[in-house]
């Protein structure tokens, strides 16, 4: 094929063959054209055509993965899933959304120059690629809008597939505890043995029904998924109908037994209505003055009162036995039936006693008048006593007028009635009261055991109970020991022993103090909770907001909060205490008298080491380890003033005007000086603390039991007086208690160094040959040193009961003492002029002058000898091989 070729040499050559408009620019037209801007919109489109290919071949992938995906059959697994396919469906929808805006981008390049200006047009090159750009963005929106549909339809199964298996467990959890609940309903037989009992039982039974309420709840949950078209309906109906079943079968039977423990509560509430009436009625008995019912009008108040008051017994006593046997006979157990039959006999037994005072009343209210005919009495009844007994004359003055109308012989044997029968009534009356405080005893001792299982299952359980466990609060972690305490072994102290002794006691509350003593060594396990109470109140201060502790009281129904619950094992050992002081008023005359004051005692004994030992751990700042100190015996608060005669470079340390206030701890080797400082805050957190200032050594350590000026001060020197501690107490009676204990343990140091000295100086004499008489004997120097030892020691029993013929000696002149050899003293530690070095004292030196009345010096020491003219003619008589120095009395 021959193509004709024109040559042109110029462009304006060009444009007689060709048309401007159909050439670009660079050739001289008019077309807007640009070759690179062509290239570039050809690559973007192409790149952007995979990149909707590759879209849709991912969506369409991800949708095959979804629709073929199975469902799980347990939470975890169906929430993990949803989780999974919501992250990568996110992941899918991002990309979607980059593709779009790579479309859009590449569409806004090619419509460019008519957004520069309105005049201009497409080209047709740039109208197909805009075609193109367009095509490719609906396409990309029509996959788009067909994988959300799929995915709203996906996540809803899903979502439901949760829903019902959500449901199944639920389900699971409700029918095993309502299948629990029932099946304890079942074999919940128990009664109760009193108000409180069954009002507990009551309160129990109303968190059976909160597990029915769930169970109901769950069904309705159930129905609202049938009635949302849930694709499992087929699965979800029959649960439904069974929960609905199970739940009408849990409350017919808990309102049986709501009906059984009704007639329970009435039972107990008309029991304790008739023991309050008894218990009332003897002590109007009790409280009525024998010495006012004498008189005529005396006997007919009391008869008004006691009339009165019987009335009252038609809405508070049990009138017919029979009846009460037939109405509650559903309900009577053979202990209730005991209990029943013991509070009618009760019943009875007051009764009479008020019908006996009633005929002695109406006797008494009686007038006396003179008969027609006086019949004179016999001559020999006019030289017998009138009245054989004179408190039959004191207390009954009728029996006079008895006397003259009747023989003598009858008027005795009457007054002998009379007066047993008063002596069987008042010694009933005590048994009644015994009873009753016995029935308390054992009643709170029940209710207590409760309240501390309650505790222990409801709160100490659940801290290890890991569905629980997002509940408790950090600070609570690994704390439960701290918050508790030995409350569980308490627990287990009580219910599996004390209770059932004090139940062997019944019948015999008078001799319950032996149950007391036997299980005294048992109750010093009160003395470790007590101590770790501050720290319990300070973790529960902590963490009292924490939404455990609100969970756990929701569930037991408890009104109050745990910290008044921890506070019951000190109210309980300090109850015993007053419910022993009342068996002992009603039993002073009874076999066990003894035992009761005994077990109080040692009660009062454990409270004072549990009170003694919470001041003792808020001791700060000692170095050493207080139980190397030995029993804490005492401790108190008390002024005290210094004065140190020797020894001492400040000034200020001379004498001390002004008292400071120290808390003293006396131990069986030491004696504390702390300076008290109260704590803020609340509860167990504003207990003081103790600052450590000084301590004494017991072993080096005398006193002065009375001081001039003031009755409730007294001295405790160290080395010769050099140290004198003048300590005021708040009451004489304190003061005396603390000089008797002190000089307790000054005197069994002293016996202590006594027999040691003896013990060794008696070894040392059957292993050691005999001396010759000019030789010196092996233990010459061991019998010095013990008459040494007895020089510097004052035995107080001996000094407070000697009494000698012997002139004691004078007075040393002024700078005379004893000679003495003692360690350097320490400097003061502190600005308060107190002394912390152990210092070994030697006697007491002379005196001062012109004191007035006697003083008693109690003295133990370790070191020094006594010059020769002090030690003549002056031994105890109650020590007659001792060389002690007795104590001076000065006039």
């Given amino acids: 094929m021959k193509v004709p070729v024109i040559m042109l040499s110029s462009v304006p050559e060009l444009h007689g063959y060709i048309d401007k408009s159909q050439l670009t620019e660079d050739l001289g037209g008019t077309l807007d054209y640009c070759h690179t801007r062509w290239l570039c919109h050809r690559t973007a489109i192409e790149s952007f055509a995979l ?53 859009k981008s590449i569409l806004e390049n090619i419509r460019e120059p008519l957004a520069k200006s309105g005049e201009q047009s497409l080209n047709q090159d740039q109208l197909d690629n805009q075609t193109t750009v367009q095509r490719l963005l609906a396409q990309l929106n029509e996959t788009e809008a067909a994988f959300d549909e799929f995915w709203a339809k996906h996540q809803q199964k899903l979502q439901q597939c949760l829903q019902l298996r959500h449901f199944e467990q639920n389900f699971r959890e409700v029918k095993g505890s309502l299948d629990a609940a029932a099946h304890k309903i079942a074999t919940f037989t128990d009664v109760g043995n009193s108000l409180a009992h069954a009002e507990h039982l009551l309160k129990d039974l109303a968190s059976f029904e909160e597990k029915s309420s769930r169970a109901r709840a769950l069904s309705l949950e159930g129905e609202k998924l049938i009635d949302s078209k849930h694709y499992a309906v087929d699965s979800i109906r029959p649960k439904c109908h069974e929960l609905q079943h199970l739940c009408d079968q849990f409350a017919a039977e808990v309102e049986r037994r709501r009906g059984l423990l009704g007639k329970s509560l009435e039972l107990h509430s008309l029991l304790e209505a008739s023991m309050k009436w008894c218990d009332e009625g003897i002590y109007l008995l009790a409280s009525q003055p024998v010495d006012k019912c004498q008189s005529q009008d005396g006997a007919e108040a009391a008869l008004q009162e006691i009339e009165k008051f019987l009335e009252t017994g038609a809405e508070n006593k049990i009138q017919e036995l029979s009846k009460i046997y037939q109405d509650y006979e559903p309900i009577l157990t053979k202990d209730l039936r005991e209990h029943v039959q013991k509070v009618f006999q009760k019943q009875e037994g ?355 039991e009375t001081v001039k000026g003031d009755v409730r001060k007294f001295e405790i020197w160290y080395n010769a007086r050099e140290e004198v501690y003048i300590v005021q107490a708040p009451t ?49 120097g061991n019998t010095r040193n013990i008459k040494k030892l007895e020089e510097r020691k004052t035995d107080p029993l001996s000094l407070e009961g000697y009494v000698s013929s012997t002139p004691l000696p004078k007075a040393p002149e002024k700078g005379r003492g004893w000679s003495k050899t003692s360690q350097p003293l320490e400097a003061p530690e502190d600005n308060d002029g107190w002394s912390s070095a152990e210092e070994l004292i030697n006697s007491s030196d002379a005196e001062e002058e012109g004191r007035v009345g006697p003083r008693k010096l109690v003295t133990l020491g370790m070191s020094g000898t006594s010059p020769p003219a002090r030690r003549a003619g002056c031994r105890p008589a109650a020590c007659p091989h001792s060389s002690a120095r007795p104590a001076r009395l000065s006039a």
């Fill in 350 to 704: 007051m009764e009479e006693m008020f019908h006996r005072r009633q005929a002695s009343l109406k006797k008494l209210a009686a007038k006396q008048t003179r008969p027609v005919q006086p019949v004179a009495p016999r001559p020999e009844a006019l030289t017998k006593s009138p009245c054989p007994s004179p408190g039959v004359c004191r207390h009954h003055p009728s029996s006079l007028m008895h006397h003259v109308l009747s023989p003598p012989q009858s008027e005795m044997s009457e007054g002998r009635q009379g007066r047993s029968s008063s002596a069987g009534e008042e010694e009933e009356s005590l048994a009644i009261l015994r009873r009753h405080v016995m029935n308390e005893l054992l009643d709170t001792e029940r209710v207590y055991v409760e309240e501390l299982l309650c505790v222990l299952e409801g709160y100490a359980a659940e801290l290890d109970n890991p569905l629980m466990a997002h509940l408790v609060s950090p600070g609570l972690q690994n704390k439960k020991d701290v918050l508790f305490g030995n409350m569980e072994e308490i627990y287990h102290f009580h219910n599996r022993i004390f209770l059932r002794e004090l139940e062997d006691y019944t019948d015999c509350p008078e001799l319950v103090g032996r149950c007391f003593l036997e299980r005294m060594e048992e109750f010093q396990i009160y003395e470790k909770y007590c101590q770790n109470k501050p720290r319990s109140e300070s973790l529960w201060r902590q963490c009292s907001d924490c939404p455990f502790f609100q969970e756990c009281q929701r569930k037991l129904d408890h009104k109050l909060s745990l910290d008044s619950y921890l506070l019951k094992p000190v109210q309980r050992i300090t109850k015993y205490q007053l419910l022993l002081k009342e068996m002992l008023k009603y039993s002073k005359s009874c076999e066990g008298a003894e035992d009761l004051q005994e077990a109080l005692s040692s009660i009062l004994g454990i409270l004072k080491a549990v009170n003694d030992s919470m001041h003792l751990i808020a001791i700060t700042g000692y170095d050493g380890n207080l139980s190397d100190l030995g029993k804490l015996l005492m401790q108190g608060s008390f002024s005290v003033w210094t004065d140190h005669k020797k020894g001492h470079t400040k000034v200020k340390d001379l004498a001390r005007f002004k008292p400071m206030q120290r808390h003293l701890f006396l131990h069986e080797k030491a004696v504390l000086f702390c300076k008290k400082r109260e704590e803020n805050g609340e509860g167990y957190e504003k207990a003081p603390s103790y600052s450590y200032k000084q301590s004494l050594n017991m072993a080096a350590v005398g006193i002065t």
């Fill in 51 to 103: 990149m909707v290919k590759q879209t849709a071949q991912m969506l369409q992938s991800f949708g095959t993965e979804l629709a073929e995906t199975e469902l799980p059959n347990d939470v975890q697994s169906t929430s993990s899933v949803l989780f999974a396919h919501t992250e990568k469906k996110d992941k899918v929808k991002e990309d979607m959304r980059l593709a779009l805006d790579e479309g």
């Fill in 732 to 780: 004489p009676e304190i003061k005396a208690a603390w000089v008797n204990e002190i000089r307790k343990v000054l005197t069994s140091q002293l016996q202590a160094c006594r027999e040691a000295s003896q013990h060794r100086a008696l070894e040392q004499s059957q292993s050691l040959p005999l001396p010759t008489p000019s030789s010196t004997s092996p233990s010459k």
